[in-house]
Every structure is written in structure tokens, then in C-alpha cells.
């Protein structure tokens, strides 16, 4: 809306209503996980007299769903801007000043109905009749709780400076902003239902920031960016963070020497140095929101004949004033390039350094301080990596058309410093592995009948992990470390060393490619992922371990007919202490390649839409997840447990009028 | 154009007026400052260090004592961490008692407690003229001194409590900072801290009362604090660590450059007998003495005559889940005593004769558990005794409900008594207060006992309290012989010690300074292998149930590995 011939004003509102039902007892995951803990044969889903049937042990997935009750979230989001511009070309030509504040506001209550249900379990009788366990559960009737689920109030208030303006062959823009942002949080991060004073406290940000770039005849390209910023979260002098970046570019295919150079039609130089601040650490481990403030609790005693409890006051983690914002300096490299008119190609290097990140501070503070040391700014980790992008593009002027599309990034990141507590056995520290490195045991191989034969005389000869009786069979793990740093005999904590990769894969790549011949059109997404370790846990793969069913990665079980030829361990009917460590023996491969989309679709003749007053209309096939090659036998890598990818096939027409 | 320079001067305004104060909006913690202007809020200070008093029954890893650390009992399950005292796989890293940090922490509330008692506000009451503030002012004047006598005595046992597991260590006294150089923290020697201990444990048994029933004290509420008493008994305890072998005996050490950390400077060992002696004396002239009650259920009390002190806890009943027989519900075997412990019990003759246990005696060994010291049947389950609620006989023997070859049957063939609360059910989730006993009467006797026999063999005195123990009521042990020899009453009281104080955390520390690691902690742990008769008769035989290990270094405790990397004063003790 204008206001007037400078002044001009917008006005932004927008808002939702969202509702949506489940069954009360219904989560993904627990359905899931029900689903794959259940042997098969455990109890009917009805029972002959149409009850539920059930066990105390397991409950019943599809009653879950369909008697428990159900639960109603409904939440409300409200949007709302005003902004107000002010051209102040009686100043300087391309000068404007503009404010502005929102409201924006979400509210989620839940409407809770809860009942249960009985189960029965069956067993037959001497007869041959069909009897009933007492039931497990009781019918209840529907009762309801009221509840908010999640809520957040939030307020900016923004005010900006903005430049712009062409001189010759200059142009030259500037912006300098101020913010003011606060917002009440209160949900699942400070769970609704036990709140505490600290559950509403409003997060506040003050910041200012500035950008500064000028451009020269479209060839060479400079970026100046400071951004000041300032959060509640830390002491007063520690609140402000300065940030900033620079940034050019070159692109030398406008210079003359290049300019009609029929082989490179377009080049691209680019770097850029910044430095970010990250205030978001409560997260990442601090105990408390306020690490700068000191705080009191806990420590009661007893006196009296009554033994009467009497409070105490005693000192939680020393204060930490000093702490403030984790810091990333970023620096990337890249160029982009045109050759031989179809071939884009792009390639680009980064490396971060994290520093001031917030971690223990075990290595830096004796325990005789006496008291328990607070998060310091102390840790450091550096990740390197590149992309790399390849486009291929024909003529569009001819009736067949394609593209393919190759890209690729990798990375490799490390923990340079993790303050770490010390450890007997040296391979455990943390500082130098990658981020998310696991630490296990090393699994090499089954114990054999002599093995068990010599534990008999010295325990220690075979080391294996304490508290469980071994047997052949059973998964023999290296002995690495113990007290005195040397192996030991025993199997424990000491033991574990860097086993496998981190889960997130370091090396992706994916291909895109795309046809078109007349109306006809075919499009392939693959990606392909390495250099990832998954797990194999829980119920689908750890046979009849928390009272769960058996699959079929189990099939060749040790037994002594199969002992050189066996992949999977002596089964045991229960909780098998020994097997079932976290070790390397559950750990795979998590490389894959996958066929993430495939599309092919045919747009019918113009002539024969027209008629019926369709501009154009196409007919399509679509199917996600189609096929997958991983080493993994029994799952797919992404997703072994929980909730399934989901392999999807989509048929379309899409009609433009 | 005025008119545009103002409307941008608006716009400027409006932008710095919204810049929020980034100060939190509201204050949900008590700060130091708050605390320290309330004197009801620096009295929870001072409980907060009462509640750094060490409790013995759930010890190590929330489960075993320190006697399974000693020849004392073998705790069951075998991942607990006290098992690396005796596998000898403890160290400088691995350290299954760790309380460097613990002890440090309640001496760092000390000192921060006694710089808060000087901030108190009393101003309400000391600028009311009226008689009733007066007197109130005064009596939270008295009482705030009262209090610097008790915490200033805790942080000495705390100190006491370091030193005896390390020697010399860096006396404390101010609040360390982040800022404060670590590397410039040294350890005192052994002479300092023990003579800094027994200087405040003298100058706050001039300053508190004698016991909780003493005014200013009122039993009702004031039962389990600081007192006199406590201060006098914990100096007759450190000066009779300072007279023993271990901390006059610096050989040990190979060679150790630095002895001051480890010993005392070579002096006439008969004073420092005497001092204990002395020390003990004051304890025993101070009051009239109780009369030395029951026994059994003494540990299941906080309040009884003979307790000098005794660190409080809420009820509870995970003492008994932990350390009932495996075959009661809910029971995990726990803390189960050696055969080692069952033979110091002496056996009674007559009512004037009691001799040593003697497993080679036929009458003796067939039927063992008869005519006992009643102090074995106070602390030790014994094989086809009755136990528990709802109570039946225990039945340790093999392919009985509670013996092998049940997974995590007592592999000792014994279970703990003492301590328990054989009232409690704990399927109906029955529970009871287990408070620890850190200082009563017959440990003041025997060390009396002890101290006095190093110095003044044959004085009349050392029977005389050695038989006030023995004789207790309930147990009636036959009283000694006289004419012992200085020898003989040295193993006499020594073993009283013992069998008096089974499972109280003091075998630990009597053998290391009575310098006999090697001879019962390095030798292997003994039980007993029940099997019933076809008339349900029981033949018992001795056996070994695990090696143990002792080397000379585990005399005192390693220094923490990650304090002296960081704090590189810091000597590490002798062989480590």
C-alpha cells in the first residue's frame, strides 16, 4: 500500500488451523517396534469368542490401534508483518529506510482419550477345548485429559538502511540492518507436561548487521558482510559476538581475452572467508540455560530423633562467565564453468574449522577444585571436503533431449580437541577420530569346543565378558586392554576400540538423468552413498533377545554340526549378555546405491487436447525406492528398523485448462 | 526537507528503542548472595556438608562395602567395580573408591560455609531493642559460631578421611577458582596434615557441646551433629594411625624420595602411643559411659548411647535387596562374609574360657557354628539359621534355596546379617533407616587398648577395656586372661577389633597400618562348601573362593592420574 509518495507500507497476515487424529496407543515407532519383537505365533489377533488376544508379555498391535482411545493435536499458527518504507532519495539517490515488526504466534493443544482393553490368552485343555487366561488388562471406560502440547510467542522488530545505485559501470548496494527478536518457547524442548519457572523464560537476540558489495563491469565482484549479533544466553560481557565475512569473485570469461573464446563460454572464480557464531549450546549438553550463573541445590541431611530431613544448599556447577559463542571460520574455494556450450561444470572446496565449541572440561580442572566444573569453550574440529558437478546438456533445439547430471561430495572431518577425561585404554580417546565414531568391542569369530574346554582350567586363558556362562558358540571378542593397559583375561569396557565407520556416510554421489524424444518424456534419480557403518540391532536382527522373534539372519546359527560355516551365533532362548554387546560383529557395510526416482511420462498431441479445450495434458508413471544394491542382506541400510522406506509407484495425469 | 530529516530521525528511534535489555527476564535460582542473608538458608549449607559424610552400606558402584575390599566378605557380583581391590587391578585411573574429588568438595563447602557465616543478616533482630530480638540475636550469634566449630571439624574428618587413603595432600583452605594456578598446588606432608586435623578437632571440642543432649543441643532435633565427643574420638582415631606402623615405617616405599608425604619424621614411637593413649582417655573421661547394649540391633538404630556419631539417611530398604540371600525375594546374595572372618569368632569353652576357632579339632569342625562368640550370629548368616520376613531358615548348602549352585548363590557359603532389617518384607516394599556408624564407644576402648599396651605393657587398664567390649551385653564373651604377654594382648585386641568391627569399614585401614597387607589381604579368600547329610546333617569344609592380591604400594591409594596431569606439583605415592 503507498502511503504517500516516499512512504509505502505492507501489511502481511497469515494463519492455519491443523487437526489431526490418531489411535491413543499409536506411535510409529512402537507399532513398529511391537511388530517386529512379536514372534508370529505368540497369540491370534482374535481370539475363537472374537476377544483380543494377547499375553501379559506382548500387547496387541491391531487393538492398539483400534481400542485404546485416540488423541486429537490441534494447533493454530498465526502470522502476522508490518513493514513500512521510506524512499530517502532527497538524501542520496537509491537510499531507503525501512521498520518492521511481526508477531507470529502457534499454539498446539491435545485432546487426549484414553481407554484400554482386555486380552486373553489361549492354551488348549485336556479335552481339546479351548481355554482362557484370566484377562490381562481391563476394559475401561473413555476418560479424557486436556493438555498443551507445544506453544511459541515470538516478536521482531526490524529496522533496515538500504543502498543501491549504478555508477558507469560500478554498481555499488549496501544494507545495514538492526534486529530484535525474542520468543517464548514452550514445548517439547521444555516438556509441557513438568514445567519449571525456567520452562517460559524468553530467548533474546539483539543483532545489527552490514553488507557492503560492489561490482565492476560485471567482472570482478567484492562482498564486505559484519554481522554483530547479541544473546541472553550468555554474561553480559560475553553477550555480543562480531562475524564477519568477505567474499569475491572474478569472472573472467567477460574479459577480453576470453570473451569470444568458442571452447570456455563461461568461467567463474569464487572464494570466500566468514566467520559464523552459533549461541544454540543448552542442546548440546549444557545442564543449565544460564552457564554463567551459579546455582544451588540438592545436599539434604537427617537429624533429629525423628530423623527429620532438613534441606540443603549446595553448590551445582561452578559458574562459567567466561563462556560464550561457538565459533566456525569457513573457507571455500570454487569455480564454475561453461565448456563447449552444453558442459556446466562446477567444483568446489571448503574447510571448516569449529572452535570455542562447548564441551567438559575433564582434562583442564583438577577434581581437588572440589567441585563440579562447568562446559568450557575448549573444543575444536575441522572438516575438509569438496563437490564436484557435472551437467550435460543437448541442443534445445532439437527433438530429442537429454540431460545427465553427475555430482559428487565428500568429506572428512576430525575432533581436534575433546578435552577427555583419561582413559586406561589409549584407544578410546575420542580426539582424532572422526566425528561420530563408534567405539566397540572387536568380535573375532566363535569360541569352538576347545576353547570352553581350557576356560575350564584357567578361566583367564579365553578372556570373555563376565557374568555370563560362555558356551561354543558364542561370539569370542579380542582382548585388547585392561587395568594395567595390557590384555587381561577379561572382556569389559577396557576392551573397545574404534569399530567402523561413523553412520553418516562421508562420499555421496547421485546421478540425474533426463530424456525427451517428441512427447515422450524419462527422468532417473540414483544416489549412491560409502564409507557408512550401520548397525544391526534390535528385534529384527538379534534373535529372541528381549523376548522377541527370531528372522532370518539367524538361519545359519552356530551349531556344532555348523561350526566352520556358521555366520550368526549360538541362539539363546534368552538374554545372551555376551553376544549382543555392542561390537563390530553387528556392524555392516552401510554403502548403497539406490534408484531414488524413476519417471516417464507422455504428453498427449496438442491437437487432440484443444478439442476438448485442454491446453496441455500428460500422463505419467512415477516410482520412488525401485530398486537398491547394498551389502546388507536382511534390510535396507537406511532404515533397519522403525518405520520402512516406503517403495512407492504413482500413476498421473496432469491437465493444464 | 527539514521535515524528511526528522521523519528519519523517527525512524532511527524507533529502531534503537526496540534494542531489548538482554538481561533474563526472570530470576529462577537462589544465588550466593541470597543464601548467605538468610540465616536459614546458610544453615542449609552447612547440612549440605553433613551430607558429604561418606554412608558405608551402599559403597562402591551403589552396592558393596569397603569389607569386600578385605578379608572380610567377597562381594557377589562380579562386576562390581570393588572387585579391582582384589584382582589388584586398581590404579591411578581405575580407582573403584575414588573420594578425591568427594572429600575435596566437602571441604571446598567449608571453606565457602565459613566466609557465608560472616554475611548472615541479623539486623532485625540486633537493631529491635525488645528483650525477645535480643535474646534471639544472641542466640543465632552463638549458634552461627557453633556452626563454624562443626564444619570446620567435618572438613578436618574429611581431610582425615584423604589422608588415610593417600598420605599427605594439599591442605585447602581458600576457594579455588577457575583462575587459580593448579600447577602451584602441592601436597603438605603427612606431619602437616595430621597435626592441622588434630588442631581443629581440639579447638571445636572446646567449642561445641558435649553431646546432642547437651544445651544448646536438643536431641529432638539436634541427634547426629557435631559434638565434643565426635571431635575427641576422631583425634584418638588419627593419633592412633599417627603411632602405628604404617606411617613410622617409611621402608615400605623403597626408597621414596619423598617420605614426609608417607610417614612421620622419625621420633620416640613411645610418645606417640602415649598421645593415643592419651587422646583415647580424654574420649573415655569426658562423660559419664554408657553401658554397651545390644548388638544386633544397634545397627539398625541412629539414636543409642553408644553411638558418639552416625551419618544419617532416609529410610530405604536397598541394603536388604542387595544383601538378602538369593533365595529371598529380591535378593542378590550382596556382601557375603569369608571363612576367613567365621574363624576370628572365638569359641566358647566356658564362662571363663574362650579359645581360637580350630578347623583341625573334630568336634569343633563338625558342628562349627556352636558355642560361638554370639557376635558371629549378630553379623553373619550362618547356614541353616533363620533370617528374613517372612523368616525361614537359610539354606546355603549345595542344592539348597540359597547355596550353589543357584547363579549368584554366596560363593563364600556365608551371608551378611549385620545391618539388616529382618523386619522389613520387601515385596510389600517395606523400608527402614540404615544410618552408618562412624565413631561408638568400643572403638575409643580399643584403641585406648591398643595404644596403652604399645607403650605400658600390663597396665590394668588394657584389659579392663578390651573385656568392657567383650563382655557387652547380649554377647559375654569370657573376660581374658590376665598376664597376656604384650604380644599376645596385641592379638588379642586386634582381633576384637575385628570381630567387633566386621563390616564397619575398619579392617581396610587396621591392617594396612598395622603394616599386614601381605599376610591377610595377598593371601586367597576362604569359604566354607556345605553338603547335607542324608540326616540333615551338614559336613562343612574349607575352601578357597578367590586369589586375592596385595603388593606393598597398595599401602596408600594412587593419586588420581587425571589431577596430576593437570596439577604437575602433584608427587604420585611410592610404586605406583
Known amino acids: 500500500m503507498t502511503l504517500s509518495k516516499r512512504l509505502s507500507a505492507e501489511f502481511r497476515i497469515a494463519g492455519s488451523v491443523e487437526q489431526s487424529n490418531n489411535p491413543n496407543a499409536y506411535t510409529t515407532g512402537g507399532t513398529f517396534g511391537l511388530l517386529a519383537q512379536l514372534p508370529p505365533n505368540a497369540f491370534p489377533v482374535y481370539n475363537p469368542n472374537k476377544t483380543y488376544g494377547g499375553t501379559s508379555l506382548y500387547s496387541n498391535p491391531v487393538a492398539n490401534l483400534l481400542s485404546t482411545g485416540f488423541a486429537q493435536n490441534n494447533s493454530r499458527t498465526i502470522l502476522s508483518s508490518l513493514k513500512l518504507t521510506e524512499q530517502l532519495d532527497f538524501l542520496t539517490q537509491g537510499l531507503s529506510i525501512s521498520g518492521a515488526v511481526s508477531i507470529n504466534n502457534y499454539f498446539e493443544s491435545g485432546s487426549r482419550k484414553n481407554k484400554q482393553y482386555p486380552r486373553y490368552s489361549i492354551s488348549k485343555g485336556v479335552a481339546g477345548d479351548t481355554l482362557y487366561s484370566p484377562s490381562v488388562g481391563q476394559l475401561t471406560s473413555l476418560s479424557g485429559t486436556e493438555e498443551t502440547l507445544d506453544q511459541y510467542r515470538n516478536l521482531i522488530i526490524q529496522a533496515f538502511l538500504n543502498y543501491k545505485r549504478t555508477f558507469g559501470r560500478s554498481d555499488v548496494s549496501g544494507m545495514l540492518m538492526f534486529n530484535s527478536d525474542e520468543v517464548t518457547v514452550f514445548g517439547p524442548a521444555s516438556d509441557p507436561a513438568v514445567p519449571t519457572a525456567n520452562s517460559t523464560d524468553p530467548y533474546k537476540h539483539n543483532g545489527g548487521a552490514g553488507r557492503l558489495t560492489y561490482a565492476y563491469d560485471n567482472k570482478y565482484i567484492a562482498e564486505v558482510s559484519v554481522g554483530y549479533m547479541g544473546t541472553e544466553i550468555f554474561a553480559p560481557e560475553k553477550r555480543y559476538g562480531f562475524f564477519p565475512s568477505a567474499s569475491v569473485g572474478w569472472i573472467a570469461s567477460s574479459e577480453n581475452f576470453l570473451k569470444n573464446n568458442e571452447s570456455i563460454n563461461f568461467l567463474k572464480f569464487r572464494g570466500s572467508y566468514g566467520l559464523v557464531g552459533n549461541d544454540n549450546i543448552v542442546s548440546q549438553g549444557l545442564t543449565s540455560r544460564y552457564a554463567y550463573t551459579p546455582t544451588f541445590g540438592g545436599g539434604g541431611y537427617f537429624f533429629g530423633t525423628g530423623n527429620t530431613a532438613v534441606g540443603g544448599f549446595a553448590e551445582n556447577a561452578i559458574a562459567n562467565p567466561n563462556i560464550t559463542w561457538e565459533k566456525e571460520r569457513t573457507l571455500n574455494v570454487g569455480v564454475d564453468a561453461t565448456i563447449f556450450k552444453n558442459l556446466d561444470v562446477s567444483f568446489d572446496y571448503f574447510n571448516r574449522e569449529r572452535s570455542d565449541i562447548v564441551v567438559a572440561s575433564n582434562s583442564t580442572t583438577p577434581a581437588f577444585l572440589g567441585v563440579v566444573t562447568p562446559s568450557l569453550n575448549q573444543g575444536k574440529t575441522n572438516s575438509q571436503g569438496f563437490d564436484i558437478l557435472l551437467r550435460y546438456r543437448s541442443n534445445s533445439q532439437k527433438a530429442l533431449q537429454f540431460f545427465v547430471e553427475a555430482n559428487m561430495s565428500y568429506f572428512k572431518n576430525k575432533i581436534v580437541f575433546n578435552a577427555e577425561s583419561v582413559q586406561l585404554n589409549t584407544q578410546l580417546y575420542a580426539t582424532g577420530t572422526s566425528v561420530g565414531q563408534p567405539f566397540g568391542l572387536k568380535a573375532i569369530g566363535f569360541y569352538s569346543a576347545d576353547d570352553i574346554a581350557k576356560r575350564l582350567i584357567d578361566p583367564k586363558s579365553v578372556p570373555s565378558v563376565l557374568t555370563e556362562v560362555i558356551k561354543a558358540g558364542d561370539i569370542k571378542y579380542q582382548d585388547i586392554g585392561g587395568p594395567e593397559g595390557k590384555p587381561d583375561g577379561i572382556i569389559d569396557g577396557n576392551d573397545r576400540m574404534m569399530i567402523g565407520n561413523p553412520g553418516l556416510p562421508n562420499l555421496i554421489a547421485g546421478l540425474n538423468a533426463g530424456l525427451k524424444y517428441k512427447s515422450f518424456d524419462f527422468n532417473l534419480v540414483f544416489q549412491a552413498v560409502t564409507n557408512n557403518t550401520v548397525y544391526l540391532g534390535g528385534n529384527y536382527f538379534q534373535a529372541f533377545q528381549s523376548n522377541g522373534q527370531i528372522a532370518p539372519i539367524a538361519l545359519n546359527r552356530w551349531t556344532p554340526e555348523t561350526a566352520n560355516t556358521a555366520d550368526y551365533p549360538r541362539l539363546s532362548s534368552k538374554d545372551n549378555l555376551n553376544n549382543y554387546q555392542f561390537s563390530s560383529f553387528w556392524q555392516r557395510d552401510g554403502s548403497f546405491i539406490k534408484l531414488r526416482s524413476a519417471e516417464i511420462g507422455y504428453t498427449l498431441p496438442t491437437a487432440l487436447t484443444t478439442k476438448v479445450k485442454i491446453n496441455t495434458a500428460r500422463i505419467f508413471v512415477t516410482g520412488t525406492n525401485l530398486f537398491t544394491i547394498s551389502k546388507i542382506e536382511y534390510g535396507d541400510p537406511e532404515s533397519l528398523t522403525g518405520y520402512p522406506v516406503t517403495r512407492t509407484l504413482t500413476l498421473g495425469l496432469k491437465i493444464n485448462l | ?576
Open chain 2, 1 to 576: 526537507m527539514k521535515k524528511y530529516i526528522y521523519i528519519s530521525f523517527f525512524w532511527l528511534a524507533i529502531a534503537f528503542s526496540a534494542c531489548q535489555d538482554l538481561d533474563r527476564d526472570f530470576v529462577t535460582t537462589i544465588g550466593r548472595k541470597e543464601i548467605e542473608q538468610s540465616f536459614g538458608n546458610v544453615q542449609s549449607l552447612l547440612n549440605a556438608i553433613y551430607s558429604d559424610i561418606p554412608d558405608g552400606t551402599l559403597y562402591i558402584g551403589g552396592a558393596a562395602m569397603m569389607s569386600s575390599a578385605t578379608d572380610e566378605s567377597e562381594f557377589t557380583a562380579e562386576t562390581n567395580p570393588v572387585q579391582s581391590f582384589n584382582t589388584g587391578s586398581w590404579n591411578a585411573i581405575n580407582n573403584p573408591d575414588l573420594v578425591w574429588g568427594t572429600y575435596y568438595r566437602g571441604i571446598r563447602k567449608v571453606n565457602q560455609f565459613l566466609l557465608s557465616t560472616g554475611k548472615i543478616n541479623l539486623d532485625p533482630w540486633k537493631l529491635d531493642p525488645s528483650p525477645s530480638a535480643q535474646s534471639v540475636y544472641n542466640t543465632n550469634l552463638a549458634t552461627i559460631k557453633r556452626w563454624t566449630y562443626e564444619a570446620r571439624y567435618l572438613r578436618a574428618y574429611f581431610y582425615f578421611e584423604l589422608v588415610k587413603r593417600y598420605g599427605g595432600v594439599p591442605i585447602i583452605n581458600n576457594t579455588l577458582t577457575l583462575e587459580d594456578d593448579f600447577s602451584a598446588i602441592k601436597r603438605n606432608s603427612l606431619n602437616e596434615c595430621l597435626q592441622f586435623i588434630t588442631a581443629e578437632c581440639d579447638s571445636a571440642a572446646t567449642q561445641l557441646p558435649l553431646n546432642t543432649s547437651t544445651l544448646p543441643y536438643v536431641a529432638a532435633t539436634d541427634l547426629g551433629r557435631v559434638t565434643k565427643l565426635t571431635a575427641l574420638a576422631l583425634k584418638s582415631r588419627v593419633l592412633l594411625y599417627a603411632a602405628s606402623d604404617l606411617f613410622n615405617t617409611p621402608s615400605w616405599a623403597g626408597g621414596y624420595a619423598n617420605p614426609e608425604l608417607i610417614s612421620l619424621p622419625t621420633a620416640d614411637r613411645s610418645a606417640r602411643w602415649k598421645a593415643a593413649s592419651d587422646a583415647a582417655k580424654t574420649v573415655i573421661d569426658a562423660s559419664a559411659l554408657p553401658t554397651l547394649g545390644q548388638y544386633k540391633s544397634l545397627f539398625n538404630t541412629f539414636n543409642n548411647a553408644e553411638i558418639i556419631f552416625t551419618r544419617s539417611n532416609g529410610a530405604s530398604n536397598q541394603f536388604e535387596r542387595i544383601n538378602s540371600p538369593i533365595g529371598f525375594n529380591l535378593g542378590q546374595s550382596g556382601n557375603t562374609p569369608s571363612q576367613d572372618l567365621v574363624d576370628a569368632y572365638e569359641v566358647k569353652v566356658n564362662a571363663t574360657t574362650a579359645v581360637k576357632f580350630n578347623w583341625n579339632d573334630p568336634a569343633m569342625a563338625a558342628n562349627p557354628y556352636a558355642n560361638r562368640d554370639p557376635r558371629l550370629g549378630f553379623s553373619i548368616i550362618t547356614n541353616n539359621s533363620s533370617f528374613g520376613t517372612p523368616a525361614r531358615n537359610v539354606q546355603i548348602w549345595n542344592g539348597g534355596l540359597d547355596g550353589k549352585p543357584i547363579i549368584n548363590a554366596s560363593k563364600t557359603g556365608y551371608y551378611l546379617r549385620k545391618y539388616q532389617i529382618e523386619s522389613l518384607n520387601l515385596l510389600n516394599g517395606n523400608t527402614g533407616v540404615h544410618s552408618w556408624i562412624i565413631f561408638r564407644y568400643p572403638e575409643i576402648y580399643l584403641n585406648y587398648a591398643e595404644a596403652l599396651n604399645e607403650w605400658s605393657p600390663g597396665n590394668a587398664d588394657i584389659k579392663k577395656y578390651v573385656d568392657i567390649v567383650r563382655t557387652r551385653t547380649g554377647v559375654a564373651m569370657p573376660p581374658l586372661v590376665t598376664g597376656l604377654s604384650q604380644a599376645d594382648m596385641r592379638e588379642k585386641i586386634r582381633n576384637e577389633k575385628r570381630v567387633e568391627f566386621a563390616f564397619e569399614d575398619h579392617r581396610f585401614w587396621d591392617v594396612r597400618r598395622w603394616m599386614q597387607g601381605p599376610e591377610y589381604f595377598g593371601k586367597p579368600l576362604t569359604g566354607v562348601d556345605i553338603v547335607r547329610n542324608a540326616d540333615n546333617t551338614f559336613k562343612y569344609t574349607p575352601v578357597k573362593v578367590e586369589d586375592r592380591a596385595f603388593n606393598a604400594k597398595m599401602y596408600l591409594y594412587p593419586i588420581p592420574q587425571s589431577d596430576l596431569n593437570i596439577a604437575g606439583s602433584l608427587i604420585q605415592n611410592p610404586l605406583w
